[in-house]
């Protein structure tokens, strides 16, 4: 284990080198590689990793990384890529046949707005708009929890009992080209955490197949059924690979939800990515207040963790979610997963839109949402909270 001060960018890619050199005694690793802001410095370190068995392909667009790694994956490779913004959206035919056809790539998605009007900054719309692909979807907080989280993508995804590929998000430049101290494990570690890759439907000359051919209405259904039943297993699979992580590595990730002070808070913050490091800080300072407030930040997006959420919220009369999105018509995509949880429960809930673009959410903007929240007796549509630019 080495402890080194890295962007997150640097760090994703060498989670991901880690990983792919991991598989070199099984049929190795490839990723197709395309550049976007502000995801590129993660390309740029995968193509000056020396692989003992992989290659790192450069192509002309997101759509063909992507289909680079369906081939690669579907000959058995341990296959991954990186994108952001508008490369997803490109990307995005490709994404849903890639989880369609079960294959256990890892996508890191460094998020970005979608233009037009064209902005380089964060909010996650980019990947949300993804959230009915058959992709498994992470939101990171620190760099240590995007290393951490990339490696249990990994082991998540070729699980058996799952085969399905798993996307792992951080905020574009508040995350990626931000240094924070990381330890980084050595190959040995990443070797003995992560089993051999094994595509049981990769294509093999010795028994010719067709893949994604044409299917009855039966079989497609018979095929989504088996998609969310492998989304089901997806609680038990992330807490062996927790258990095993903590095992090989001597600590132990957050799982799909991470909460602190919910014993007894009466009034409660959900949010994601970097947005809850900022929103815990608000929190420890208001409880050395004695008010009876809490986090829960929600990691995994897909499958939503329903009854994480339930078990931990239910002492709540408040609860406040922030999203650094926007679902038009709707409103936020976080808040509109945990309504639907929580539908009957009868708790005060609130959406607060902030940071869309890379507005700076500051403790300041925290606290606003805060006494905003306290001080209601009932809901209201999505507030769009303001923030300094």
């Known amino acids: 284990m080495s402890r080194i001060l890295a962007t997150g960018n640097y760090a994703a890619g060498q989670a991901l080198a880690l990983a792919g050199e991991a598989n070199r005694n099984a049929r190795g690793c490839c990723a197709g590689a395309y550049p976007i802001t502000p995801q590129t410095e993660i390309i740029e370190y995968l193509r000056g990793a020396v692989f003992t068995k992989g290659r790192i392909v450069p192509v002309e667009s997101e759509h063909s990384a992507m289909g680079v790694c369906i081939g690669a994956s579907m000959s058995g490779a341990r296959a991954f890529t990186a994108s952001s913004s508008n490369g997803l959206a490109y990307m995005t035919e ?4 890639a989880g369609y ?30 959230r009915d692909a058959a992709w498994l979807q992470f939101y990171c907080s620190t760099h240590q929890d995007l290393v951490d989280t990339i490696l249990m993508a990994f082991r998540v995804a070729e699980d058996p009992r799952i085969l399905l590929p798993v996307m792992v998000a951080m905020d574009g430049f508040v995350s990626s080209h931000t240094q924070m101290v990381v330890d980084v494990p050595s190959q040995e570690l990443v070797d003995q955490y992560l089993p051999l890759c094994n595509v049981p439907q990769r294509l093999d000359h010795s028994r010719p197949a067709t893949m994604g051919g044409l299917t009855w209405p039966r079989e497609t259904e018979r095929h989504r059924r088996d998609i969310q039943e492998a989304m089901e297993r997806v609680p038990l699979v992330l807490e062996e690979a ?93 808040w509109g997963e945990v309504a639907a949880t929580l539908q009957g429960s009868g708790v005060l809930l609130q959406d607060y839109i902030t940071g869309i673009g890379g507005g700076d959410v500051t403790p300041d903007v925290i606290e606003n949402i805060i006494d905003d929240l306290n001080g209601r ?9 303001e923030v300094a630019v």
């Open 94 to 97: 490709n994404i849903f046949a």
């Open 101 to 130: 056809y079960r294959l256990p790539i890892v996508l890191i998605a460094v998020n970005r707005t979608l233009g037009p009007p064209w902005n380089i900054w964060v909010d996650q719309g980019d990947s949300l708009a993804l």
């Open 242 to 334: 927790r258990e095993e992580f903590y095992a090989v590595f001597g600590r132990r990730p957050d799982g799909a939800v991470a909460a602190e002070h919910t014993g007894d808070a009466e009034t409660l913050l959900i949010a994601s990515s970097t947005m809850a490091e900022t929103a815990r800080d608000v929190v420890r300072r208001r409880r050395t207040r004695e008010e009876k407030i809490g986090l829960l930040r929600i990691k995994q997006f897909r499958p939503f963790p329903r009854a994480e959420v339930q078990q931990i919220v239910r002492g709540a009369k408040r609860i406040g979610v922030l999203d650094r999105n926007h679902s038009p018509g709707s409103g936020g995509i976080f």
């Open 377 to 385: 007796t009932a809901s209201s549509e999505p507030l769009w909270q």
